[in-house]
């Protein structure tokens, strides 16, 4: 008899779990409307096998922008930042910085006089700061400055301020079978030292701009030197190259939040069968920012317009997303 | 009583199964000896939980050469057969090229000459045959030929050519957990509309030589033209870089054939913790070819003298592998 009532009870508690895990909301920071339930049939429709949009999992591939779709991009990209601690940092073994542009700006913080040397000003402060080491050198500085640099607004480590909502989408996505790769502009090198800490996304599903790299043999030890010279540029006609050249497959989803991402959108939306396209709009100016077509960090103009036409998932910061930053949870 | 019967018989049948797959070599084709305790002593360490050498799966990179290493590279490499059979495809448009060098010699099929060209003469063929289509097209056509072309000596397709043995290592190393790359000095795109089928290799876990390819919009929809010009080439020391360029990690285990891999084979070695290299030998004259120091294709050299000096595993074709090509099994 007791033997009895102790399966029923399991039964009943196994039931309830079950229930519970059905039921349970996969994307909980997500507030209902029109985002959330486009991302929902969007999965249900390419995992129901048999059905007509089904998708074999190894062609289930998900590409998402990382800075500004992932992770803060104000008030400048957080590898801008990184570039001109570094500055400061070898500042000492280089005392003609101190009169040289761009340097002299980037030691005495003159953010605008960065920004009038324009590309080739900011491409004197990537070279002298990302080249010239090993890549297990790089790799390190990524992480010890990640360790201890703060977002100037938030005052927390800036690994603190990825999306939350963001998160709980590549882990759903997960779930279903979806391979994650990060596709962004920024540099492969400077994130992948924590892109699987943070995101659960692996080395090697990190696409991104780099530097060249030469093999040598240092005192008979190889190692891999990084090279003050452009490999490839991840960015805007770049994503679909990089998407290409890294993946060699077409992804069924993409994931962005400016027009750095418009052909990596339109290259996944253009492949044969359903697939996926949304943008991040950043509209939110109290707990994050708002800006689109006029910023210069992360503008959204040409794909906002093609979002539009085409019928893609725009997703309203403000009114989508019930917070913004894991921190912000109650 | 007949339904207890049955269910003995059943569970007998089940332990016997049990025992059978725990016993069966899980590679059949290869002899008892140094190269085969070697592989099976190297997946045990670094499987084995708590022991001295474990590695987690994330970090179970293995990386395998595939000319000479997985398939057949007499009496020339794959690719150079494909470009040489595109030429003459493509001769009616091109009027000139009878009168032209390299690619009269191409179409008369004179070799020597061909190689006189240098590489030189090669780039032009494969400039020739490999770009100016979109990347979807190229993949069509080495679909197309690979399903017709047949290897002049065994006459049978070339994905016939495929080295059991190795077929078995791949299989082994997945089922611990591995995940497998092919490093390739061929062409990356050469590669990847067959290594799943053949090989059971995604597309993107392959990294080879590549040229160049640009985004356009033709008649508003995406896609990407490959470009006569170099991106990359994935050999001798290109392969490390290739590498961490699409892994971002390094590999517990290497796979070549030639001095090709030397650096694949030395980067993935100088790593920490345990790892392992091994050369595929061409030993085996009678089964498939016999070569090393003096080859032009897939010379074996500097490695050969660097595998000895280090302690990496040698296969000795002839003597290590039962079979060569999975159509010779019993």
Redesign the interface.
Known sequence: MRRHLLMVITLVALLALASFAAAADPLPSWNEGQAKRAIADFVKRVTTAGGADFVPV?ER?AVFDNDGTLWVEKPMYVQLAFALDRVKALAPQHPEWKDKQPFKAALEDDLKAVAAGGEHALLELVMATHAGMT?DAFAQIVTNWLATAEHPRFNRPYTDLVYQPMLELLAYLRANGF?IYIVSGGG??FM?PWT?RIYGI???Q?VGS?I????E?SEG??V?VRLPEI?FIDDK??K??GI??????RPIAAFGNSDGDL?ML??TA?GNGLRFALIVHHTDSEREWAYDRQSHVGRLDKAFDEAKANGWTLVDMMKDWKVIYPFQQE
């Open positions: 190894a591939i890549t391979k492969i090198e992948r699987e692996p080395p090697e990190v780099s060249k790299t030469r093999f043999l030890k190889p891999l490999n006609a770049g679909p190259v290409h050249q890294h993946i060699g497959r052909q339109q290259w253009a």
